[in-house]
C-alpha cells in the first residue's frame, strides 16, 4: 500500500519555523521527486517546493524562496520542509506528493498538515 505521511505541522508566532516531514512507503522512493503544496481557505492549492529524485534539484516558489528549505533523505524515504521566518499568509494545510522524476504528473498524495502561523 502506497502512503506518504505528512506531519510536523501546527502552531507557531510570526517569524518562528516549523520542520515538516514526509514519509514515504509502498513505492520506489528513490526513483520519485517530491513536492510540497499548500492550500489556504478559500484559495486554490499552490506548489511551494520541489526535489528531485536525487536531491540535487530543488525548486521554490517566489512566495517561500528564502525562507524555506527542502532536503530528502532516501536512506528514510523521507522528504523535510524547513520553514524559517513564517508569516501569517503561510498558514495553510501543507501536502507532499510524489511524481516520478520524468513525469509531470503527481501519482500519490499525502493527506496534509495544518500550518497556522499566528500570534
Known amino acids: 500500500e502506497v502512503q506518504l505521511q505528512a506531519s510536523g505541522g501546527g502552531l507557531v508566532q510570526p517569524g518562528g519555523s516549523l520542520k515538516l516531514s514526509c514519509a514515504a512507503s509502498g513505492f520506489t522512493f528513490d526513483d520519485y521527486a517530491i513536492a510540497w503544496f499548500r492550500q489556504a481557505p478559500g484559495k486554490e492549492r499552490e506548489a511551494i517546493s520541489c526535489i528531485s529524485s536525487s536531491g540535487e534539484s530543488t525548486y521554490y516558489a517566489d512566495s517561500v524562496k528564502g525562507r524555506f528549505t527542502i532536503s530528502r533523505d532516501n536512506a528514510k524515504n523521507t522528504v523535510y520542509l524547513q520553514m524559517n521566518s513564517l508569516k501569517p499568509e503561510d498558514t495553510a494545510v501543507y501536502y507532499c506528493?510524489?511524481?516520478?522524476?520524468?513525469?509531470?504528473?503527481?501519482?500519490?498524495w499525502g493527506q496534509g498538515t495544518q500550518v497556522t502561523v499566528s500570534s
Open positions: 506528493a510524489a511524481r516520478p522524476n520524468s513525469r509531470n504528473k503527481y501519482d500519490y
